[in-house]
């Protein structure tokens, strides 16, 4: 087993530091965006190797413990080391554990553009630890409640209408780990269905991300908050298109503000035309030279993809106030 | 469509230099191990990524012009870029015409260690074009022998049994392109068995391979050289543990000798058991700490795979004079 753990966690936890020192083969690293770049790789690879040199490769497994770009990164690496070895992922975020840790993307960054690089690989196992993820900050619980509202949108089981219906009287975290079981599964009957998105079906998955993406780059938003507001951008545009009826945009509206604590928000600035379409474009989710894949929903729990012109989603964007008007 | 090319070509052929003008987006490349380097590798990325810049990734498909090595660089780009593009080879070597562009492995090196990073990512297309391959020196098609004998030795089947009984008036280019087909085909019999490498039943295509990769290393000959000279360890080996009968033996040995035009060599200076071990270890192909995976040949078509310590493989290379003899 080499370990490849954030560590911030040693910092937060005397239990983590104890529980760590089990492993004999570990890798300590720093989360963010840096992990993930293309040029750091090599150097990260040289290291690991070394560490790895007693085990046996054939029966050797990563395990990842920390957010995101830690199991990004620690996926990518268990993706091409020796062609493949084992991966198990301890996802200690919110946003991992109910999103990244799921469906075997794995990714690295070239130069500013976010995971250029990558592949599918899924976990042999992602291991949920309630006291690891309950003790996160509240604002980062909060956080995720934008890929919750996401993943129940799209799904609109028999779990989301009893969350719909439920009295919110639990804290984030209750509510996030009551619903986590049932909002990867929702993830996973897409995954399967597509799992190394050759077939398009598991684009829909972005549904709020496409402009969710370009908030998160132009504003400096975290991810999870870029998503709630692409959520609800999603929505507007469905409905201005006429594609979702008054009463599903109202019955959603409502499940992401009262249920999940979701709000509209704006920037205090907003961005140029030139600005979002040039972020818009260099996104990898672009169907054809002009125009991107976008998510529409078209009732609670029921999406629908589309070819849409980038010029259709800027005007869009202009409308809802994203895109600040031409000066005189 | 993205060609990376092996630019020798350019030197080699005018109708080459005609055709490849017919891809509006190329990328030359220096073939070699250099090539394979993972330092280099987010170099290559960066150039590729702007190259394909105006290119639809979701449809993009990465062509592979050369040998064994644009093929892994190539095939490993492809594997990851976008998580994952179309990939069709064109092999202009024998060698990667037939091994390396069938069965799916990419690869990169890692410092001196070969094939360190890589992916299973199967091309959807291997063209095989008869007067690109033809056209290469005489020695070339002489150097992919060995791996029309792993092959033949390993599958034993009716295409091996008439090459068997043939006379041997061909030129080795008419008799490796008539058998061509068949030797990949036999190969994918083997690969689709075990395509990620994960049973283990893959690895008897390592026959010849594991000293061949010593002896590669050790004495900087060709790979084609070393894994025929490999093969004929292997076959010493097998009859000197009782695995392989006296008659089978002479029979693989007449086959590989009268039939493929090889023959066993030795070095001008024999190894020390110290850098054979070392180089030995190094390999991937370590099935346990002290241990690795040998296939031995146990008649003319079955082989078998066991599990040798490497002392003993070290004290039959002694035996068979590739490690020379403690001075007194």
């Known amino acids: 087993m080499l370990v490849i753990y954030d560590h911030h966690l040693l910092e937060i936890s005397d239990e983590f530091r104890k529980w760590i020192q089990k492993f004999q ?22 290291k690991l190797s070394q560490l790895a040199e007693p085990m046996n490769s054939r029966k050797m497994t990563v395990l990842a413990v920390g957010g995101g770009s830690v199991g990004d990164f620690a996926g990518f690496f268990a993706s091409v080391f020796k062609r493949g070895v084992s991966l198990i992922h301890i996802p200690t975020t919110w946003l991992a554990a109910i999103d990244s840790a799921h469906g075997g993307k794995t990714a690295l960054n070239l130069d500013s553009v ?49 969350l719909e219906k439920s009295q919110r009287s639990q804290s984030d975290s209750d509510l996030l780990w009551d619903n986590l079981k049932n909002a990867i599964d929702a993830k996973m009957r ?10 398009g079906v598991r684009q829909i998955l972005n ?18 908050f870029s998503v709630a507001q692409g959520l609800f951008f999603a929505l507007e545009f ?84 994203w895109i600040q008007s031409r000066a005189r």
């Open 25 to 46: 083969f570990r890798y300590p690293v720093q989360s963010g965006e840096g992990l993930k770049d293309l040029d750091q790789f090599a150097g990260h690879v040289k």
């Open 114 to 162: 976010k995971n250029q690089i990558g592949t599918f690989y899924p976990a042999k196992q992602v291991v949920l630890v309630r006291s690891v993820l309950t003790s996160q900050p509240q604002a980062l619980a909060q956080d995720a409640m934008g890929e919750l509202g996401k993943i129940a949108l799209i799904d609109g089981g028999s779990w989301v209408k009893r």
């Open 190 to 199: 897409v995954v399967i269905k597509d799992p190394v998105e050759s077939k």
């Open 207 to 224: 549904l709020g991300h496409t402009v969710g993406h370009v908030f998160e780059t132009a504003f400096g938003w975290s991810h999870g």
């Open 238 to 321: 469905s409905e201005h298109k006429g594609l979702l009826s008054e009463k599903e945009f109202d019955r959603a509206m409502r499940f992401l503000s009262e249920r999940l604590g979701l709000a509209p928000d704006r920037p205090q600035q907003a961005l140029s035309a030139k600005a979002f379409t040039s972020i818009l474009s260099a996104d990898k989710k672009r169907s054809g030279r002009d125009d991107v894949t976008f998510i529409f929903l078209r009732k609670f729990g029921k999406v629908e993809r589309r070819s849409v012109p980038i010029a259709e989603i800027v005007s869009e964007a202009k409308r809802q106030g």
